[in-house]
């Protein structure tokens, strides 16, 4: 198992920055990848950045450069960094983690991944 808590939000001014921090523990070497989520107020969790125990990153299609991912000692720590918050920007922010793991018996026994969440954190942009 892993878990995982997040950290660094809080109230920000619209065109500051927060850097988000997702601590890991557990079953660490078997993170595939990590990723960052939100979920504003009445709107769906949305996926924001991934990044795989490679370092490998990718983006949603909807980020325009504003948020870096990036992570520590392998995938112990993944950072998100946001820049130039806007107020649409506030939401619950949530790190999640894709565990490798080995399922079924025998000659059954066949490759697959756990997700596992953390509480989030909240980052309100307001003036």
């Known amino acids: 198992q892993v878990q995982l808590v997040e950290s660094g939000g809080g109230l920000v001014q619209p065109g500051g920055s927060l850097r988000l921090s997702c601590a890991a523990s557990?079953?660490?070497?078997?993170?595939?990848?990590m990723g960052w989520h939100r979920q504003a107020p009445g709107k769906q969790r949305e996926l924001i950045a991934a990044?795989?125990?490679?370092?490998?990153?990718n983006y949603a299609n909807s980020v325009n450069g504003r948020f870096t991912i990036s992570r520590h000692d392998g995938l112990s720590t993944v950072y998100l960094q946001i820049d130039s918050l806007k107020l649409e920007d506030t939401a619950v922010y949530y790190c999640?983690?894709?565990?490798?793991?080995?399922?079924?018996?025998?000659?059954?026994?066949?490759?697959?991944?756990?997700?596992?969440w953390g509480e989030g954190t909240l980052v309100t942009v307001s003036a």
């Open positions: 990044i795989s125990s490679a370092g490998t990153t």
């Open positions: 557990g079953s660490v070497s078997r993170i595939v990848s």
């Open positions: 999640n983690a894709k565990v490798e793991t080995w399922k079924g018996r025998g000659l059954g026994t066949y490759r697959d991944e756990d997700v596992y």
